[in-house]
């Protein structure tokens, strides 16, 4: 059973920074992309930011340029570097990995809250 544990959210005033990290454990098959999503209170869930196994990226318009996902595939983890934060980035962010061999797998979630 693949399980994915994110840590790093936390309260930041507007323009500060924050670093997520999501380990992964468990039958994980390889190659698989990893990434962040966010959902905030009364929004679906949206894409934040994907990252395939040899590195390639992808990223939300409105976190480009801003933040910055990362993935260490010896110890199966994926990273999100989150700089000049705004209110409107204050979400539940959810960690997610897939293969082409499995149906996904998300982690519980860590609320990042952004004040003005």
């Known amino acids: 059973q693949v399980q994915l544990v994110e840590s790093g959210g936390g309260l930041v005033q507007a323009g500060g920074s924050l670093r997520l990290s999501c380990a992964a454990s468990?039958?994980?098959?390889?190659?698989?992309?990893m990434g962040w999503y966010r959902q905030a209170p009364g929004k679906q869930r949206e894409l934040v930011a994907t990252?395939?196994?040899?590195?390639?990226?992808n990223y939300a318009d409105a976190v480009k340029g801003r933040f910055t996902i990362s993935r260490d595939n010896a110890n199966n983890a994926v990273y999100l570097q989150m700089n000049s934060l705004k209110p409107e980035d204050t979400a539940v962010y959810f960690c997610?990995?897939?293969?082409?061999?499995?149906?996904?797998?998300w982690g519980q979630g860590t609320q990042v809250t952004v004040s003005s």
């Open positions: 468990g039958g994980i098959f390889s190659p698989n992309t």
């Open positions: 997610a990995l897939k293969s082409s061999w499995d149906s996904g797998y």
């Open positions: 990252i395939a196994y040899l590195g390639a990226t």
